[in-house]
Nanobody, 126 residues
Framework: QVQLVESGGGLVQAGGSLRLSCAAS????????MAWFRQAPGREREFVAA????????SSPDSVKGRCTISRDNTKNTVYLQMNSLKPEDTAVYYC???????????????????WGQGTQVTVSS
């Protein structure tokens, strides 16, 4: 069974940086897409960034444009989200996700992801 465990969240001042980690177990991530989503209080879950099994990446043009980098370390079975120049509106629970099928196209919608972590809270103070 695939399990995803996020870490690295916390309280940071506006302008600061955080690196989130998502450790996967139950299978190797090498052949699968990995993604980050976030959900702020009272808002729907939204796409942040994704990395394909090939290494191709895509970040949301709206929410985190130019301020985040997704990466993966297949040897550690872990995916990362580096976030810089954080703003109070980045405050949310950040979720890691992966899909069921290997070698898939890169998707940005919630419905395309089958396995989710429990999330890690990121709070940005002004």
């Amino acid at each position: 069974q695939v399990q995803l465990v996020e870490s690295g969240g916390g309280l940071v001042q506006a302008g600061g940086s955080l690196r989130l980690s998502c450790a996967a177990s139950g299978r190797t991530i090498r052949s699968y897409n990995m993604a980050w989503f976030r959900q702020a209080p009272g808002r729907e879950r939204e796409f942040v960034a994704a990395i394909q099994w090939s290494g191709t990446t895509h970040s949301s043009p709206d929410s985190v444009k130019g301020r985040c980098t997704i990466s993966r370390d297949n040897t550690k079975n872990t995916v990362y989200l580096q976030m810089n120049s954080l703003k109070p509106e980045d405050t949310a629970v950040y979720y890691c996700a992966t899909n069921r099928n290997p070698f898939a196209p890169l998707f940005t919608t919630i419905a395309e992801y089958d396995y989710w972590g429990q999330g890690t809270q990121v709070t940005v103070s002004s």
